[in-house]
């Protein structure tokens, strides 16, 4: 508590300086420290504690993912500002029609930090290294659609086939995804067949068919796998990545991004321009400094002075963002994580989609972020913050949310059981479910009971289904759609039929045409047939969860810094920085 205090009144101050000097009426000043340019092309990025490691199998979140994207180079790189993926040490890709086999073709200028070329085999097997270290490597399930990957020791990530109803595709005993074995119509060219794991050879489906071409056969369909690979686990490791064993931080690190590390102290990381960086001429800054905080005032304090350029990853308290949101410099964006309900659907009577889309849709979240969220998130009326698809919206509709409450047989509530809403215990969550059962109440006239847990009794509770909806969260790796969507739905939770009617256009939901069902509780599969893979689309027309609100991340960033561009997924880019020297206040 004392924290934040001393936050707060170092900024209160801080603002009472600016504003109140003289007799005059004071001029509000734009940015929270408008201090002078540097001179040469540096970049001063505050972006929380000391890295643990440069391991790209084990970052995880910033700054070791800042670290990572600055030092290493992947397939592909993500625009900032579009999330659309970007050629990065592939120059180009293409995919068969069915979206399963992605080859892309490598730069022949791509260079280690030590001058040796990069080759599609350095992909190869920094990608098996992934497998091979098991649960130790975060957000290896990101990899799980690649033919032979294996997910073990973890909890996997399901197959679309699971999500769809109707689906009969069988799932392997280990993997997440159907496994294919050896067949005459079987064709994967890899030379690198893994036996051992069962009575059929197992094929990992990354090949190199040159030392410019990498080939990636996956088990499901995926039109977003070039954004997949831009994530920082997919970016190569020199060698066998024995440089990286110690697991900690080092100069001596082989990378091949546009920066390499020139040197390491308890204040943080320098960064240098790398000299064999295939687009060197092309990347502005000549270094960048990454600075370790410890705590939000004195990294305030050190931004103010004109000793940082950028903050990122700081902990700022509510009463400290609302006195730094009136600044230019400040910036907030919609991160990628959602705060949901999941629904218990193999429950009546939520095995109704009618019910579920009356529940979801009467649910007032702007309400929710601005009264009860104080303005610190932002309303979540789909599943993924970075879509972006106007068609496929969960739209504030109570008068439809009545209707088909009584299409489903509860007129006015009448006969409706009360809804058992677990949350986990915290002050904020618990304001949240008391006002969203207030509006059930006012919307469908049925009655809610918040049921309390702590956080490992509430994972007892989801595991053994003693609920009727409960409170869950997301972070989402990747802006890639089938992965983040899987990042919600696990196999347990898929109905093998869809329930209730279909959604109008009118309000609601927004989704895909209503169908003609042939029963009131029985909707055949969305028109076109089954999907193969896993939509944000299928998601919202489902409602196997109910969206609530995506979460904020805040920076602070210096006026005379150019590019610097964070995004949902905290992804800025080094490469596209550059330091205006010549800026003056307007």
């Known amino acids: 508590m004392r924290r934040i205090f001393v936050c707060a009144l170092a900024i209160a101050s801080q603002i009472v300086l600016i504003s109140c000097g003289g007799l005059e009426k004071p001029q509000s000043e734009p940015y ?31 700054p070791e993912t800042d670290v990572i994207r600055a030092v290493y180079e992947g397939l592909t790189e993500l625009d900032t500002r579009t999330l659309e993926p970007m050629p990065a040490v592939a120059e180009k890709w293409t995919v068969t029609e069915d979206l399963r086999t992605w080859t892309f073709q ?14 599609a085999e350095d992909f190869v097997r920094s990608w098996k290294r992934v497998e091979e270290f098991g649960a130790a490597a ?6 799980a659609n690649i033919v032979g990957f294996e997910i073990r020791k973890r909890e996997a990530v399901p197959a679309p086939s699971d999500l769809i109803p109707n689906t009969n595709v069988e799932r392997g005993p280990q993997s997440p995804f159907p496994m294919p074995t050896r067949s005459p119509s079987t064709t994967i060219e890899n030379s690198n067949v893994r036996s051992g794991f069962g009575p059929e050879p197992i094929f990992f489906g990354v090949s190199a068919p040159d030392a410019l071409t990498l080939r990636v056969s996956l088990t499901v ?23 990286l064993a110690t697991r900690s931080v080092t100069k001596d690190v082989v990378t091949n ?32 400094k990454l600075v370790s905080s410890k705590n939000a005032e004195q990294v305030l304090a050190a931004y103010r002075a004109g000793e940082i350029d950028a903050i990122t990853n700081a902990e700022f308290e509510p009463l400290a963002l609302k006195l730094l949101e009136p600044f230019e410099d400040f910036r907030r964006r919609t991160h990628a994580a959602l705060n949901f309900y999941e629904i218990n659907h193999g429950k009546s009577p939520f095995d109704d989609r009618r019910v579920r889309e009356a529940l979801a849709i009467s649910i007032e979240r702007e309400r929710l972020t601005e009264g009860e969220m ?22 504030h509709d109570k008068e439809r949310a009545a209707d088909l409450l009584e299409e489903a047989g509860f007129a006015n509530g009448s006969g409706f059981p009360v809804v058992r809403l677990v949350v986990n215990r915290n002050d904020t969550q618990l304001r949240v479910a008391r006002a969203v059962a207030r509006m059930w109440k006012q919307s469908l006239n049925i009655n809610t009971e918040v049921v309390v847990k702590e956080p490992a009794d509430l994972e007892i ?41 279909a959604p109008q256009t009118a309000g609601g939901v927004e989704a895909r045409p209503a169908p003609s069902p042939s029963d009131d509780r029985e909707t055949p599969p969305p028109a076109g047939g089954v999907d193969s893979t896993m939509t944000e ?7 196997w969860a109910i969206p609530l609100y995506f979460p904020t991340s805040y920076s602070l960033v210096k006026p005379y810094v150019d590019g610097f561009e964070m995004n949902s997924l905290d992804a800025p880019l080094l490469t596209q920085v550059s330091i205006d020297s010549n800026w003056q206040p307007k």
């Open 32 to 62: 929270y420290a408008g201090t002078a340019p540097p001179r040469k092309q540096e970049f001063r990025w505050s972006n929380g504690r000391m890295p643990k490691n440069l391991d790209p199998a084990l970052a995880a979140v910033p």
């Open 106 to 119: 490598l730069r022949n200028n791509a260079r280690w930090s030590n001058g040796r070329s990069v080759t």
């Open 138 to 143: 975060t957000n290896r399930e990101l990899m």
């Open 221 to 243: 369909p995926d039109k977003d796998f070039p954004k997949l690979v831009a994530h920082p686990m997919f970016r190569p490791v020199f060698d066998d990545g024995s440089g």
């Open 257 to 288: 991004g546009a920066f390499r590390v020139a040197s390491i102290d308890p204040d943080g990381i320098m960064l240098l321009r790398s000299e064999n960086y295939w687009n060197r001429e092309a990347v502005k800054l000549e270094s960048a």
């Open 374 to 395: 104080d303005g610190l998130t932002t309303p979540a009326l789909a599943f993924l913050p970075f879509s972006g698809d106007p068609t496929t919206r969960i739209v």
């Open 461 to 501: 509770a989801r595991t053994a289904g003693d609920y009727d909806l409960i409170r869950r969260n997301v972070v989402y790796a990747s802006a890639d759609e089938l992965m983040s969507i899987l990042t919600i739905f696990k196999p347990a939770e898929a109905p093998s039929r869809t329930p209730g009617a």
């Open 537 to 543: 689309a299928n998601a919202v027309y489902e409602l």
